[in-house]
């Protein structure tokens, strides 16, 4: 579009000066018409470059999780084959789950005499408050008697020694009453030590049952998200454990980023909503039309990390680093009763923003996309 625009203006300068005559074609006016297509080109070109800022570096990026199980174990399965699309939730290996299932069964008999044994506190509750009070008439009794026998020794009519014999016995008594209370708050106690609806004893045999039927639905390995598994190099029969750390297989979620890298000061006029266009390699010849969803508004060389060394002062005679780009976040759009093609995993090409700012400029820049497009069709090796 642009070699269009500066050919019109050479149309227009012979049409002045070479057909019409209406100015002389002499030095003066060959500069001059040299000049003003340099300085229209130039205000061309500038212009657009932030009204409607193009990038050559558009990258397609997948989130990758790496597959690596939280519990140790043998290889049974291997549910998936490599680079084949999967749904979240569907199984993509599973672990011996032998040691865990048995370790379930243990935990569960476990919380049965538990809770069996929760169940007869409340009959040692009753019977250690009847012992309480079975100690306490005892002991009533006992002071009943001291009290008759010092009376009656003091009439002269019984001896000492009664009187000591009951005093030792009210002693005994007391004692005995003393722990039988003792008894029954230990009951009470137990019962009132609770976690939710359950005593102390049953609750941690829970917690202990839970942890361990995590670690069997563990044995289990399961897609974190729709995706495909790429580098399954694991098969029945292999050692898994989470530490050290080695992957089992890496896992490409179907999820996308599309990202556009331009210069620092190519997004003044830039702002969520925009119209954008991608040109990738892997789609010679096709346009995805697409939004700006963000940007990013950070680079890694305005990041300090956390030291306890002073940054050391940049050296006089070496060049500063080259200003890194910022990042603007793309969205595809599908057009209306079509779907959008399938885009690759790392898929690399160029793409322009198209702000609203002097709209009628914009169509040299869709020409320019669409040119990209084209040339992509070619592959420029010699072997």
């Given at each position: 579009?642009?070699?269009?625009?500066?050919?019109?203006?050479?149309?227009?300068?012979?049409?002045?000066?070479?057909?019409?005559?209406?100015?002389?074609?002499?030095?003066?006016?060959?500069?001059?018409?040299?000049?003003?297509?340099?300085?229209?080109?130039?205000?061309?070109?500038?212009?657009?470059?932030?009204?409607?800022?193009?990038?050559?570096?558009?990258?397609?990026i997948n989130y990758v999780a790496e597959i690596v199980p939280r519990v140790q174990g043998t290889v049974t399965r291997v549910a998936v084959e490599g680079n084949t699309l999967i749904k979240k939730g569907d199984v993509l290996l599973e672990i011996d789950n032998t040691p865990y299932r048995l370790k379930v069964k243990e935990l569960q008999a476990k919380l049965a005499d538990a809770t069996a044994s929760a169940k007869t506190l409340w009959q040692d509750l009753d019977s250690?408050?009847?012992?309480?009070?079975?100690?306490?008439?005892?002991?009533?009794?006992?002071?009943?008697?001291?009290?008759?026998?010092?009376?009656?020794?003091?009439?002269?009519?019984?001896?000492?020694?009664?009187?000591?014999?009951?005093?030792?016995?009210?002693?005994?008594?007391?004692?005995?009453?003393?722990?039988?209370?003792?008894?029954?708050?230990?009951?009470?106690?137990?019962?009132?030590?609770?976690?939710?609806?359950?005593?102390?004893?049953?609750?941690?045999?829970?917690?202990?049952?839970?942890?361990?039927?995590?670690?069997?639905?563990?044995?289990?390995?399961?897609?974190?998200?729709?995706?495909?598994?790429?580098?399954?190099?694991?098969?029945?029969?292999?050692?898994?454990?989470?530490?050290?750390?080695?992957?089992?297989?890496?896992?490409?979620?179907?999820?996308?980023?599309?990202?556009?890298?331009?210069?620092?000061?190519?997004?003044?006029?830039?702002?969520?909503?925009?119209?954008?266009?991608?040109?990738?390699?892997?789609?010679?010849?096709?346009?995805?039309?697409?939004?700006?969803?963000?940007?990013?508004?950070?680079?890694?060389?305005?990041?300090?990390?956390?030291?306890?060394?002073?940054?050391?002062?940049?050296?006089?005679?070496?060049?500063?680093?080259?200003?890194?780009?910022?990042?603007?976040?793309?969205?595809?759009?599908?057009?209306?009763?079509?779907?959008?093609?399938?885009?690759?995993?790392?898929?690399?090409?160029?793409?322009?923003?198209?702000?609203?700012?002097?709209?009628?400029?914009?169509?040299?820049?869709?020409?320019?996309?669409?040119?990209?497009?084209?040339?992509?069709?070619?592959?420029?090796?010699?072997?």
């Open positions: 579009m642009l070699e269009l625009i500066i050919g019109g203006y050479c149309a227009i300068i012979w049409l002045i000066f070479i057909k019409l005559k209406l100015f002389p074609w002499n030095i003066k006016s060959q500069v001059g018409s040299a000049t003003g297509a340099i300085v229209l080109a130039a205000t061309i070109i500038f212009t657009i470059n932030v009204v409607t800022p193009s990038s050559s570096d558009v990258r397609v250690a408050k009847s012992n309480t009070l079975a100690a306490q008439a005892h002991l009533d009794l006992m002071k009943k008697r001291l009290a008759q026998s010092q009376e009656l020794a003091k009439a002269e009519a019984g001896n000492q020694y009664d009187v000591e014999n009951f005093v030792t016995e009210v002693k005994k008594a007391e004692s005995n009453v003393a722990s039988a209370k003792t008894a029954e708050a230990k009951v009470q106690t137990k019962l009132e030590g609770v976690v939710g609806p359950d005593i102390a004893s049953v609750a941690q045999i829970k917690a202990q049952l839970e942890a361990a039927q995590y670690d069997l639905d563990s044995t289990i390995i399961r897609a974190p998200a729709d995706g495909y598994a790429v580098n399954v190099a694991v098969r029945p029969g292999n050692f898994l454990a989470a530490m050290p750390f080695r992957p089992a297989m890496s896992f490409v979620e179907h999820e996308q980023r599309i990202l556009a890298f331009f210069a620092q000061n190519e997004l003044r006029f830039v702002k969520p909503g925009d119209k954008a266009e991608i040109a990738l390699k892997t789609l010679p010849g096709e346009l995805i039309s697409a939004k700006v969803d963000s940007i990013v508004w950070a680079t890694s060389q305005g990041q300090i990390l956390q030291s306890g060394t002073i940054p050391n002062s940049p050296s006089e005679i070496v060049h500063a680093p080259l200003a890194q780009k910022y990042a603007v976040k793309l969205q595809p759009i599908a057009k209306e009763g079509e779907t959008l093609p399938h885009i690759a995993m790392g898929a690399r090409g160029g793409g322009a923003i198209y702000t609203e700012k002097l709209a009628p400029l914009h169509l040299l820049r869709m020409v320019m996309i669409r040119a990209q497009s084209i040339v992509n069709y070619l592959v420029l090796k010699l072997h």
